[in-house]
């Protein structure tokens, strides 16, 4: 059996109501942001970009995350898979206090954006899915964050469904989405369609 293969045994830690922290090397986080995607304001509280082909401990940690998102949200399948080949970029948060001796870090969270083709719009970025640790919410981790998407991404869409934090986040920062419960709640124009 591949290494990736022997990932998925047992996968993720803890059963299936636990949750723990992957650790990742702090070097390798640091060696994933080219020159142009780092953000300029310490990683805008990011520790790393997971692209296909990035380290397996990264992508392994984008993973658990996925599992752990589907367990809450309660959706059908899981977002994300270490040895896909989609064009994504996922981001994941740490915790700056817990690193070790052997320089790795535990992460609290990841969110991974991928590339939608819509009708009206062309090409655009969506942000699939997000989870963050319930100890490390609503303390400003995805906001401090959003301006380096914005930035990054210019325009790009958030797809639903919605879950109550995320509508709570969407509304508080004003930021213009298609979803369609949003678009009944604000009676914003159409979302454009997917292709
Ligand atoms: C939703 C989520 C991504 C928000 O990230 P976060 O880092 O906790 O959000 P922030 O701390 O940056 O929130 C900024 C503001 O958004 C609003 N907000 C965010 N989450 C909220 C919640 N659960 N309830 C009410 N308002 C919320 C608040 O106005 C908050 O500011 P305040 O804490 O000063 O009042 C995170 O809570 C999460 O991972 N939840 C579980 C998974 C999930 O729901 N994913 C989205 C699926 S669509």
């Known amino acids: 059996m591949g290494r990736e293969k022997a990932y998925i045994v047992g996968f993720p830690p803890g059963g299936y109501f636990g949750i723990q922290s992957p650790r990742v090397c702090i070097k390798a986080a640091e060696a994933s942001w080219d020159k142009d995607d780092l953000p300029p ?31 809450e949200m309660g959706f059908d399948f899981i977002q994300y898979e270490l040895t896909e080949a989609d064009d994504y970029e996922a981001f994941v948060w ?23 083709r819509y009708k009206e719009l062309g090409t655009l ?19 401090n964050a959003w301006p380096y ?30 979803d369609k419960e949003w678009q009944l709640a604000t009676g914003m124009p159409s979302p454009p369609e997917q292709e």
């Not at 310490?42 to 998102?69: D, E, M, N, S, T």
């Not at 640790?133 to 609503?138: F, G």
Request: overall charge positive; glycine content about 8%.
């Open 125 to 143: 970025r969506a942000l699939q899915w997000i989870w963050l640790h319930p100890y490390r919410r609503r303390r400003g981790l995805l906001k």
């Open 41 to 71: 304001d310490r990683h805008a509280g990011l520790l790393a970009i997971v692209k296909q082909g990035a380290p397996l401990r990264l992508r392994r940690a984008v993973q658990q995350f996925a599992h752990y998102f589907h367990r």
């Open 149 to 178: 998407f914005e930035k990054r991404y210019r325009r790009f869409d958030v797809e639903g469904p919605l879950s109550p934090g995320m509508t709570a986040f969407i509304k508080k920062t004003n930021f213009p989405i298609w």
């Open 94 to 116: 740490h915790e700056p206090h817990d690193l070790d001796d052997n320089g790795t870090i535990g992460l609290v969270g990841a969110c991974c954006f991928r590339t939608r």
